[in-house]
């Protein structure tokens, strides 16, 4: 084990050079790293669903929160939102790399049908609204990349833009050809879904920075053996079976997108940081065993979206509230987070496909909630932001460089952070 752990290290090193300038070692390198992936976790074939279940949240043995109960699903009725009791203008500046004092950033991804349901004073969100917006800052004009999720969270860790193949949430799990390369952008142009080992993402960055990433994914490998739960996903090329639920287990490889990258996949990150919910309250026991980006979603069922999941309740936006009632406290109550730590509460579209005759470039304002003791509590910040902000203001927040689209994204850092620096860095000129 020592052993692999080195050369994925080494590995990992190579190819953050090699994105920032390649020599003719590192070729070779990287030539050595360019054999067909081990398919060693894949996902089993789905069997026929029997009678349907109540609920899909896992069991949190490790939880000192009790997890919700999933009853049948109340009348709908009218409440007034909490309203933030402040309001900040978004001007932020481009930052030099200055480092933050926050350590660690805690991502929530769901999706939501729109802003209204999820902020709105009628939302069934009630959690979210009354209890975790008081405590933060409102992006109220954050906004998706389209109409399905896929996109967003490939662009919140990679920079990537969508492609047709995204864009309709990889039904079929195929690497980008064996020529592909990113553009002057870093963007990786063209058909695919598995980026090329060379394409970087947040992951290797804090990696490379000595700093590290974990990903917590609601019903992963419960189908598996105990060994092979981590870093699920399809083998190269053949059909994704998780677009919908099977009975009992919602995990979908959308929801999943460190999946999608193979200097994850090839060198070894992926197998060791990314893993089932179940392990998150373990993860995060002390500040010092808790990663610097430790990002979590829920399956099909509890991220609000519109798949259909029958014998289920709560789903929906209702689905997200109780998802987010039971894990949020987690993350809030965690001694990184009660450190130097922020919580994004980010949603995508709930839109699981694209309609017919729809294309798919059609942003949905969403909002989004940053909660931290650097931030300012009830407020607003009025400015539009994109998934690549998220992962822009991530690299503010830990010096690092901006990928893909991120770099010359509008982070949100310094305006929903206004404590996170001890001097507020300065705009570059020029």
Known sequence: MCAIAAVSALATVVVIATALGRTSAQSQAMALLRRPRVERFVLPPRPAPPAPVVSSAPAATHLTVSAPKKTAAPKQTTTTATTPTTSTTSTTPTTTPVPSKVKHVFIIALTTPSYHAAFGSGSSMKYLDHVLRPK???????????????????????????????????????????????????????????????????????????????????????????????????????????????????????????????????????????????????????????????????????????????????????????????????????????????????????????????????????????????????SVARARYTPYSVLRSIEDLFALKGLGHAAAAKSFATVALPRAWAKKPAAKTG
């Open 136 to 378: 933060g800052d409102l992006l109220r004009d954050y906004e998706t990349l389209g109409e399905t999720d896929l996109p967003d969270y490939l662009a919140m860790i990679s920079g990537q833009g969508p492609n047709f193949d995204t864009e309709r949430d990889c039904t079929t799990y195929a690497a980008f050809p064996a020529t592909a390369g990113p553009n002057k952008r870093g963007e990786v142009p063209g058909r695919g879904c598995v980026y090329p080992n060379t394409i970087l993402t947040v992951g290797d960055q804090l990696d490379g920075a000595r700093m590290g990433w974990k990903g917590y994914f609601e019903d992963m490998g419960t189908a598996l053996p105990a060994a092979q739960q981590d870093c699920q996903h399809p083998n190269s090329d053949a059909a994704d079976t998780t677009l919908t639920p099977a009975a009992g287990n919602d995990y979908a490889t959308s929801q999943n997108p460190f999946v999608y990258f193979g200097s994850l996949l090839d060198l070894g990150d992926c197998t060791s940081d990314d893993l089932p919910l179940t392990q998150l309250a373990a993860g995060l026991g002390s500040a010092r065993s808790t990663a610097n980006l430790v990002y979590i979603a829920p399956g099909l069922c509890d991220d609000g979206s519109d798949t259909p999941c029958p014998g289920v309740t709560p789903t929906g936006a209702a689905g997200a509230d109780a998802f987010l009632k039971q894990w949020a406290p987690v993350v809030l109550n965690s001694p990184a987070y009660r450190k130097n730590g922020v919580l994004l509460i980010l949603f995508a579209s709930a839109h699981t496909q694209l309609a017919a005759g729809t294309a798919f470039h059609h942003p949905l304002r969403t909002g989004a909630l940053v909660i931290s003791r650097y931030a300012k509590r009830g």
